[in-house]
């Protein structure tokens, strides 16, 4: 169930706030949230929903029993860990290993062809970041399955993130308090995503599907820099736009998640681009592996190794596919270069070359993530930087929706930069008119969404497979 659909929109949700706030017994409202969450996670495939409450049960045990058998809690801590992650191996890169090992040894092991469960990636981790922060004694076990099984399978975060630490949202899962003015700010937010989603994203998506879609070989080169441009804001708004709902639906329901994303795309270096993209997932890998494995406060050979390894995993997080593993190196390279050769240098360089630098290895980092055809991918980049001749007059004939959805090229470019919040911040509070049109805004969001929904189906969702 997608929060763009209209199941979500017009029955799930108005349904669980229903139930939700007519109930004031904390308990209860957990237990709503818990079944809500169940029942949203079953409603694409009704039979993982045995795997998360597996998760969340043994979890559940083992937190216990490493928080009364201190002498053995290492010990039960690697346990943890091993199944949490052999539950990721198992059902998101079974095929991946099977096809790597039938071409390295020239055999023909079938498929398993597992469906992937959705948001497994989110919550595994959350699970494990949970383990790993009782071990260190920085929150405390929660004996409560309801409590932790809400925090687990919460279904505003549970299909695409924010990646929530435990720490975050303990307190509140027995103690927050629900207000109407979080509920309308968190409406807002939620409608304000809605519409990067539906409005930018789906369009942007049209773009790219039908230019990456079609034969690339003679397609050119002008057309190729539309493709990777309108992906690269495909990717940004239709994630951030997903944070920003689950952000909004948790604050609806008392919760307050931390902010995911802050205008990547505005970032001067990579080292500045991954504080601002998926902040989450970049803190994740720095506390529990880049840290543990030494950081920066070890050798230089040491330092280097831990920055492959921690993008390599990062890369082979967002997908079983080999060009997600060389999309992050190619990120650990610039990370390298910025961090050893090139501090002085981008120092010294004027704002708009280093911004302009950096989106640009962006939005090749995009094409690579895109593309998992190697032969097609190289074929592409080849024809962006070499030029090849596009027949404009015939592909926009062919093809009418691509000159419709390149209108909304103006509101992504707008969007990636913080101009519009610093505007509303400095005035919401001081001018009744503005704080007035602020609400129009966001109904007219909504009803060009809803819109937008009833007139196209095309409404996919990239992070759904993660």
Not at 165 to 190: A, C, H, M, P, W
Request: glycine fraction near 4%.
């Amino acid at each position: 169930m997608l929060f763009s659909s209209f199941t979500f929109i017009l029955v799930f949700l108005p349904i669980t706030i229903l139930l939700y706030f007519i109930i004031k017994n904390r308990t209860y409202r957990n237990i709503i949230l818990f079944i809500s969450s169940l029942i949203f996670y079953a409603w694409g495939e009704p039979i993982y929903v045995v795997l998360i409450l597996f998760s969340i049960f043994i979890n559940y045990i083992l937190s216990i029993w490493m928080d009364k058998n201190e002498k053995h809690s290492k010990k039960i801590l690697v346990v943890a860990i091993i199944i949490n992650l052999l539950l990721i191996i198992v059902f998101k890169y079974t095929d991946f290993l099977i096809n790597n090992i039938n071409s390295i040894f020239k055999i023909d092991i079938p498929f398993a062809n597992i469906a992937l469960p959705i948001g497994i990636s989110f919550y595994t981790f959350q699970i494990i970041s949970y383990i790993i922060e009782v071990y260190r004694k920085k929150v405390k076990v929660q004996k409560n399955i309801i409590k932790l099984g809400t925090y687990i399978a919460l279904f505003p975060q549970l299909m695409a993130g924010p990646i929530v630490r435990y720490q975050t949202i303990e307190k509140e899962l027995s103690n927050r308090k629900e207000t109407f003015e979080d509920f309308v700010l968190g409406l807002r937010r939620f409608i304000f995503g809605l519409g990067k989603k539906v409005i930018i994203a789906n369009n942007m998506a049209l773009i790219a599907d039908t230019i990456y879609n079609n034969s690339l070989a003679n397609t050119g080169t002008a057309l190729l820099w539309i493709a990777a441009l309108a992906y690269t804001f495909q990717i940004y708004f239709d994630f951030s736009g997903y944070s920003d709902m689950a952000i909004g639906l948790g604050r609806m329901f008392g919760f307050k998640f931390l902010e995911n994303f802050n205008y990547p795309y505005i970032a001067k270096s990579i080292t500045d681009f991954w504080r601002r993209w998926h902040i989450s997932l970049s803190s994740w890998f720095k506390d529990y592996l880049y840290i543990p494995l030494g950081g920066n406060r070890c050798s230089k050979k040491k330092w280097i190794r831990n920055v492959f390894i921690v993008w390599f995993l990062t890369g082979l997080w967002h997908g079983a596919s080999w060009n997600f593993v060389l999309w992050g190196l190619y990120f650990s390279i610039f990370l390298i270069l910025e961090k050893t050769l090139l501090t002085k240098i981008i120092e010294k360089t004027p704002k708009i070359i280093r911004w302009t630098g950096t989106f640009l290895i962006v939005i090749i980092s995009w094409v690579i993530f895109r593309l998992e055809n190697f032969n097609d991918m190289f074929i592409v980049l080849k024809n962006m930087f070499i030029f090849v001749p596009t027949d404009f007059k015939k592909t926009f004939l062919d093809n009418y929706d691509l000159v419709v959805s390149s209108i909304y090229f103006i509101p992504a470019i707008l969007g990636m930069f913080p101009y519009t919040k610093k505007l509303a911040l400095k005035y919401s509070e001081k001018n009744i008119v503005f704080v007035g049109m602020g609400y129009i805004i966001t109904l007219v969001i909504l009803i060009i969404s809803i819109a937008l929904l009833l007139s196209n189906t095309y409404n996919p969702f990239i992070y759904f497979r993660f």
